[in-house]
């Protein structure tokens, strides 16, 4: 079983509507999540990041964190069509012997369409 | 948000040949820097950790022959692939993160490596 699971899609959108991800994972131990959209053929670039359990919202994103039943969420609002990307969850332990260390999930690739 | 660059953003080569992949953070140092792989719809998978100054950390699996890593300065690292053949094509990315205590890291483009 992989530690963090996130289903690779396609989720195909209307331009307009929410777009709502996941992942979970099995380890009780991860205290820090991102949120990282990554391009095609380009590099992941951090979208938020958050430590503890509840909400974090950020212009049209909304990061959503539930220790208790190790589950995280991205919902994007009013979704555009340059909103298509793969969304990439990432959770580290940010303890001293794994510091640095992400563990990624596979990444939901998004299409919305105009 | 912090940048990092890669250079060459992609690369052909001939089976045997070595190739240097220079990873630079613009706007911040970079106290330690990460080098993924990543191969065509998966996700990243972490080859190395290196912290400025010292020997680079592998992940199990990778080899460090092959793999030479450099961490010469707060805002370069490079990556060399040694002897490359075609299952070494992939994209590889670094990533920066200037801040002890936090796992935030900061990704290049990523550079495209094709061996033929």
């Known amino acids: 079983q992989k530690e963090v699971e996130q289903d690779p899609g396609p989720l195909s959108v209307p331009e307009g509507a929410i777009v709502s991800l996941n992942c979970t994972y099995s380890n009780s131990a991860f205290q820090y999540f991102m949120w990282y959209r990554q391009y095609s053929r380009k590099g992941p670039e951090l979208l938020m990041y958050?430590?503890?359990?509840g909400n974090k919202e950020d212009g049209r994103f909304t990061a959503q964190v539930d220790k208790s039943s190790k589950y995280i969420s991205l919902f994007i609002r009013d979704s555009q069509p340059s909103d298509s990307a793969t969304y990439l969850c990432?959770?580290?332990?940010?303890?001293?012997?794994?510091?640095?260390?992400?563990?990624f999930g596979a990444g939901t690739q998004v299409v919305v369409t105009p | 948000g912090a940048v990092v660059s890669q250079h060459p953003s992609r690369v052909i080569c001939k089976s045997g040949t070595s190739v240097k992949i220079e990873c630079r953070s613009l706007?911040?140092?970079?106290?330690?820097m990460f080098w993924y792989r990543q191969f065509p719809k998966q996700s990243l998978m972490l080859m190395a950790t290196?912290?400025?100054?010292?020997?680079?950390?592998?992940e199990q699996g990778v080899e460090k022959d092959k793999f030479l890593i450099n961490h010469a300065s707060l805002t370069l690292s490079t990556l060399t692939v040694t002897s490359a053949h075609p299952e070494d094509s992939s994209f590889y990315i670094c990533?920066?993160?200037?801040?002890?205590?936090?796992?935030?890291?900061?990704f290049g483009p990523g550079t495209r490596l094709t061996v033929l």
């Open positions: 990432a959770m580290s332990l940010m303890t001293t012997d794994s510091w640095g260390k992400l563990q």
């Open positions: 290196s912290n400025e100054g010292s020997k680079a950390t592998y």
């Open positions: 958050t430590y503890s359990s």
């Open positions: 706007d911040f140092q970079a106290t330690t």
């Open positions: 990533s920066g993160s200037g801040e002890r205590g936090t796992d935030t890291q900061y």
